[in-house]
T-cell receptor, first 116, second 113 residues
């Protein structure tokens, strides 16, 4: 009964391919996120959804498209993969009950994407 | 936007010693400051957090202090053990920002026997 689960754990693919990463949380959280961790371990937010609505969209290439079918799921689709997309992608979730209070995240186990 | 700086990037201590990691933030509206521990190949895990209405918080061997005036906060680990070896990240977020966390660049802590 993993709280935030991501699939797949590893993804090796060729340049130009299209791939998807799936994320599901069973914590009852209303907000989910995608973060990218590069080779230097830097964690940078990409997207965030609150109750299926996109609320954070950082400067990310249009090749990346998130989709949230319901508040327990957030998927990431990547078109035309490039070498620079190689990284670990973490899904996370949290509460966001009101705009005035922030909460810590629970992270998924990560998806290591390698583009060759 | 928010910018979080973290120092040092690497820290090596002897078992039993204390370790201190420091972060500074740029956005004076930031009011929530969590710390995450990431072991090799694992997910970041929340270990402690502090809100801007509190100056210090402690949980067993770890403590966090916050200086709002200077816009910096620190993680203190006492009586370090080998299992404390990991990368530690500080982060900051502001109310009304969609709970977006801006992370520091991480500190690789190594506890030597």
């Amino acid at each position: 009964d993993t709280a935030v689960s991501q699939t797949p754990k590893y993804l090796v693919t060729q340049m130009g391919n299209d791939k998807s990463i799936k994320c599901e949380q069973n914590l009852g959280h209303d907000t989910m996120y995608w973060y990218k961790q590069d080779s230097k371990k830097f964690l940078k937010i990409m997207f965030s959804y609150n109750n299926k609505e996109l609320i954070i969209n950082e400067t990310v290439p249009n090749r990346f498209s998130p989709k949230s079918p319901d508040k327990a799921h957030l998927n990431l689709h990547i078109n035309s993969l490039e070498l620079g997309d190689s990284a670990v992608y973490f899904c996370a979730s949290s509460h966001l009950r009101d705009p005035t209070t922030n909460y810590g995240y629970t992270f998924g186990s990560g998806t290591r994407l390698t583009v060759v | 936007g928010e910018n979080v700086e973290q120092h040092p990037s690497t820290l090596s201590v002897q078992e039993g010693d204390s370790a201190v990691i420091k972060c500074t933030y740029s956005d004076s509206a930031s009011n929530y400051f969590p710390w995450y521990k990431q072991e090799l190949g694992k997910r970041p895990q929340l270990i402690i957090d502090i809100r801007s209405n509190v100056g210090e918080k402690k949980d067993q061997r770890i403590a966090v202090t916050l200086n709002k005036t200077a816009k910096h906060f620190s993680l203190h680990i006492t009586e370090t053990q080998p299992e404390d070896s990991a990368v530690y990240f500080c982060a900051a977020s502001r109310a009304g920002g969609g709970n977006k966390l801006t992370f520091g660049t991480g500190t690789q802590l190594k506890v030597e026997l």
